[in-house]
């Protein structure tokens, strides 16, 4: 199945963090918190301004990001576990 999201909303994939520290001590799965950062999978055309001329998005496909903790809402397509969120919600990109 394709999706492609509407309006300044982008879609978010996860990114998985090491379940262990740098001293070798391995955190269980009910002790890790979510990661807040992720790849972008796709994205909106953009948002409309006042004036209806359309705003494109900053980020493209493929891009690394960083997000807050409790951003953008969890969906499931084709088994994936992803996020969709607006633009606004993003932090910044990795590079």
Not at 43 to 48: D, E, K
């Amino acid at each position: 199945m394709k999706f492609r999201p509407l309006h300044d909303r982008v879609v978010v994939k996860r990114v998985e963090e090491d379940t262990k520290t740098k001293g070798g001590i391995i955190i269980p799965d009910t002790a890790q918190e979510k990661p807040m950062q992720g790849k972008v999978i796709a994205v909106g055309p953009g948002a409309r301004d006042e004036n209806g001329k359309l705003v494109p998005i900053d980020l493209k496909k493929g891009d690394t990001v960083l997000f807050g903790k409790w951003s953008g809402t969890e969906v499931k397509i084709d088994g994936e576990e992803l996020l969709i969120m607006k633009e606004s919600d993003i932090m910044g990109v990795l590079e």
